[in-house]
């Protein structure tokens, strides 16, 4: 055997190990990704081997805390592709004008960025008193951090530069505080927000929503896996509802392409048909 | 001996003149995708793939998640995320932090492609202002693969190709731009004749 498929082995029980010991279930995930974030937790925890760090995870849960942190965060600005959010606003809040109660799914929002990116879009297009935002993580710190709502100041600039691309109509300053040595957002914003602990791996549909918003996150599944969270963020869609998705993410070539008409070419936001 | 199966690419600063040198001296023979990370601004449109697209015969696409890798086709890496090759030869892409401060980093994609296809790999570093893409070179030189290297004196930034240089060693093919297309032929067409 090769020092290759050892590897692969080591790497499919810490994955086993993982899911058994805390019902977190990374095998499916984009392989390529994983093995680098897998290596750099190596040299963090000081492992030799996966197979060390596998024996250590499963004998310290405060180990996997951390290890959960390398395997999941990944940190997005506010307003992420404005074009993104340009579409939203000038195309798809039309229609979400018609509801009287709107219901909107951040799926993987990781520290919450584009959970409030979508709460300062209904602001400003006075939709957000009669919306809720379920914002969820497989992550329970990234979820607490999310719902902490601050922000390090250095980041303000770029998220300041991203929200006018988007077609933000008043000021970014608008919508926080400086405090505890960061941004503080506002509470206006956080209200509209349930920060929720869900799956796409293991979980299933929870309610009816309008808009789905699952941007960068399908990447780190594998193809398997790709065509469940499709399917469950598909199954959570009024019929017309809209699903966007990350600007290099597409449905092309998934099983669930036929199921939706993408609405602005480039903006990678669709609607089911 | 195996064939090559794919060629992977990556450079910065000098490099989008050294494609336009390279791109087109490849034959049809010449069948293998080719996957290129070029160092760019994020925020701005990439228009490497539409440049090069013009210049060359071959299908041209900016990378796109879960896309499968086709022959006489060239992907180019997306600014502000990593491209990766899965072993099941479709691409995949990350927003994990940038390495060496880039994002996409050419290490990144060239560590999966060693891991993806093993000795059938071809990685080729050109000119550049970082040290990116030696550790990954050097990764493809240690499964088996070919690590090629853009001649310094014919860089307009030899740092990259100096880097990659030192990591690797002595079983670095160091080829002089005006050579590299011809380089790369005869190392697809010797190969395939080896495998066959």
Redesign the interface.
């Known amino acids: 055997m090769t020092d290759?498929s050892v590897r692969d082995v080591e790497l499919g029980l810490l994955l086993d190990a993982i899911y058994l010991r805390y019902h977190h279930d990374f095998r499916s995930y984009?392989?390529?990704?994983l093995?680098?974030?897998v290596g750099s937790a190596l040299l963090h925890f000081k492992c030799e081997t996966v197979s060390r760090l596998q024996e250590r995870v499963l004998g310290e849960p405060k180990l996997f805390t951390e290890l959960l942190r390398f395997l999941t965060v990944?940190?997005?600005d506010m307003f992420r592709d404005p074009l993104y959010y340009r579409t939203l606003r000038e195309s798809v809040v039309p229609y979400l004008e018609t509801y009287a109660s709107v219901k909107i799914w951040a799926a993987g929002c990781s520290t919450g960025e584009e959970a409030y990116s979508l709460a300062i879009v209904l602001y400003e297009e006075g939709l957000l008193d009669r919306a809720l935002i379920y914002a969820t993580d497989i992550n329970p710190e990234s979820l607490r951090s999310a719902e902490e709502g601050v922000y390090q100041t250095e980041r303000i600039t770029k998220f300041t530069e991203n929200y006018r691309l988007a077609g933000g109509r008043a000021s970014f300053g608008d919508y926080y505080s400086a405090a505890y040595g960061g941004a503080v957002l506002d509470r206006r914003l956080k209200k509209a927000i349930v920060f929720s602990d869900h799956s796409l791996a293991t979980d299933s549909v929870f309610a009816e929503m309008q808009l789905v918003s699952c941007r960068?996150v399908?990447?780190?599944f594998?193809?398997t896996l790709?065509e469940r969270a499709l399917g469950v963020l598909g199954d959570s869609l009024c019929r017309k509802g809209f699903l966007g998705l990350?600007?290099?993410?597409?449905l092309?070539?998934?099983q669930h392409a036929a199921e939706f008409t993408e609405l602005v070419p480039g903006a990678r936001i669709y609607q089911k048909i | 001996m195996s064939d090559i199966e794919v060629i992977v690419i990556g450079g910065s600063a000098g490099a989008l003149d050294a494609l336009l040198t390279i791109v087109p001296a490849l034959p049809e023979q010449v069948s293998c995708p080719i996957v290129i990370v070029l160092h760019l601004p994020p925020g701005q449109a990439n228009l490497v793939p539409g440049i090069l697209a013009r210049i060359c015969a071959r299908a041209v696409y900016?990378?796109?998640?879960?896309?499968?890798l086709v022959d006489h086709t060239i992907y180019v890496a997306?600014p502000n995320?990593?491209l990766?090759?899965?072993?099941?030869r479709?691409l995949?892409?990350?927003?994990?932090?940038p390495v060496q401060l880039s994002r996409p980093a050419i290490d990144?994609l060239f560590?999966?492609a060693a891991?993806?296809y093993?000795p059938g790999v071809a990685g080729l570093v050109l000119s550049g202002a970082n040290q990116d893409g030696a550790q990954g070179l050097w990764q493809i030189q240690q499964?088996g693969g070919v690590a090629i290297v853009q001649a310094p004196a014919t860089a307009s930034c030899p740092i990259m190709p100096e880097a990659a240089m030192r990591r690797v060693g002595p079983a670095a093919h160091v080829v002089r731009l005006e050579d590299i297309g011809t380089f790369l032929t005869k190392l697809v067409c010797a190969k395939s004749r080896g495998g066959a």
């Open positions: 290759r984009a392989q390529a990704s093995k680098r974030r990944q940190v997005s960068n399908l990447i780190y594998d193809k790709q990350g600007s290099k993410e597409t092309r070539f998934s | 900016e990378a796109e998640d879960k896309a499968p997306a995320y990593h990766l090759i899965e072993r099941n479709a995949s892409l990350s927003i994990d932090e990144v560590e999966s891991d993806a093993g499964a």
